[in-house]
């Protein structure tokens, strides 16, 4: 019997996706893998609600342009709710590409608006405070003021983030956003992805820093610390301080022109949240998902619009597939959003001459299945039923058959 070391297989979710560009609606599809599959019912089954943040609580009275809520009731519910965050001065309209393409993987989708007029580069990239950024951030996730910045409790982006749950559970009883708060009201940080973009993808890693969420995000940025303008600096300390969700659970993705976000100083910020055990930094184009396994992923494609710091996530910046219509990062984000953080290490145990288990630690939302072939060339083959993740170890019995078998278990997600 051959067992090789351990195998991941990745099954892209064969999604319909609607994008808007240059005011015309064209029927797009994802690409999956080698296959591109349309299923025009999923897309029926999509639903965008348009929600002012001025509608789910009387004191916000300011950057009041709408959260975009997306729930595609036609493909079967993760129970995980993707909140994201758009760059300084953007608005969720601005991303509806990664919001439909999570929606379409089943999660409850959340384009959330918040007070982002300035960058916090020039707030705090030449503080002598080293605690600056930290402390600034702080002030616009949960409110708050120092010498920064002032933010009201109403405008932070927790009481934001709440008061649209609670208007779309009101709104929808049978959508089941309410899963998302607790008993008190609180933010169920656990069943959250947080991403954002620039300004919103330093907020991502700050917030799974300070609260357990199940992955954080991070599209081109970084929070660069220049103590009174001495150079060349270095990523913010909070970025390395221990937060309260694993390393696992933090990816990155930048353009390496960006000029707003250097290269040269993103690898140090990723070195900080430590994603380098994890893998070096990947070129997204010349490699396909899973990608190594790696949470720093990068690209060289020029973007839509000449964008270089939108093109990884921002509607009107990110390049085309060769269809002309698909995000050519859609894989990307399917697997920076159900990608599992690590491949599953397989222990095998004999039970007899004939007879013996593989088992492999599984994560939530994930299902296991164990297959088997006589030959590297041909198919694969289930054994037994599968197994839905749940963050214990998954059991397989297997028996070994002349002549010698390959054995592998896939993770669809």
């Known amino acids: 019997v ?15 996706n609607l994008r808007q560009k240059n005011c015309a609606r ?4 994802i690409l999956a893998g080698w296959l591109v599959i349309l299923l025009a019912h999923n897309s029926r089954a ?22 975009y809520a997306y729930l595609n009731s036609g493909v079967p519910a993760r129970h995980q709710l993707f909140v994201f965050l758009p760059g300084t001065g953007g608005a969720p309209a601005g991303y509806t590409d990664i919001l439909k393409t999570a929606a379409n993987l089943g999660f ?6 918040y007070e982002d007029p300035n960058t916090m580069n020039s707030l705090c990239g030449d503080l002598p405070d080293p605690n600056g950024y930290r402390d600034t951030r702080l002030a616009v996730i949960n409110g708050g003021t120092n010498a920064q910045i002032a933010i009201a409790r109403a405008d932070s982006i927790t009481n934001r983030l709440v008061k649209a749950l609670l208007y779309l559970a009101a709104k929808n009883p049978s959508q089941n956003w309410g899963q998302y708060l607790d008993a008190q009201s609180n933010v169920n940080w656990p069943l959250i992805v947080i991403a954002g973009h620039s300004q919103g993808a330093g907020h991502s890693g700050l917030i799974a820093k300070t609260y357990p969420v199940a992955r954080s995000l991070m599209f081109s940025d970084t929070d660069w610390w220049t103590p009174d303008g001495q150079l060349p600096g270095q990523p913010a300390s909070w970025i390395s301080t221990p937060g309260v969700t694993a390393a696992e659970y933090y990816f990155g993705f930048v353009h390496v022109q960006d000029p707003l976000i250097p ?11 430590g994603l380098a055990q994890f893998g070096g930094p990947l070129l997204v184009e010349s490699n396909a998902a899973p990608f190594f396994g790696s949470h720093m992923l990068t690209t060289d494609v020029a973007p839509f619009d000449g964008n270089y710091h939108g093109a990884t996530v921002a509607d009107s910046a990110t390049p085309l597939a060769a269809d002309g ?4 990062y859609q894989p990307v984000w399917q697997f920076l959003l159900t990608g599992p953080p690590e491949p599953p290490a397989l222990q095998i145990t004999r039970q ?3 007879q013996f288990q593989i088992s492999c630690l599984t994560f939530s939302n994930y299902t296991y299945q164990m297959q088997t072939a006589t030959n590297l060339r041909t198919a694969w083959n289930n054994i037994g039923s599968s197994a839905s993740g749940n963050g214990a170890a998954a059991i397989f019995n297997c028996t070994n058959t002349t002549p010698a078998q390959f054995f592998r278990v896939t993770v669809q997600y």
């Not at 064209?26 to 599809?29: G, I, P, V």
């Not at 999509?46 to 959260?67: A, K, W």
């Not at 290269?263 to 949240?273: A, K």
């Not at 219509?325 to 050519?328: D, H």
Request: no cysteine.
């Open 352 to 354: 007899s001459a004939s």
């Open 108 to 113: 409850h989708t959340l384009g959330l608006m």
């Open 263 to 273: 290269y040269i100083e993103e690898i140090p910020t990723w070195n900080g949240y």
């Open 325 to 328: 219509v698909t995000p050519l």
């Open 26 to 29: 064209r029927l797009t599809t």
């Open 46 to 67: 999509q639903t965008l609600q348009l929600v002012q943040p001025s509608q789910t609580d009387t004191n916000i009275t300011q950057f009041n342009n709408y959260h």
């Open 2 to 16: 051959t067992f090789p070391a351990h195998f991941r297989l990745m099954n892209h979710k064969m999604r319909l």
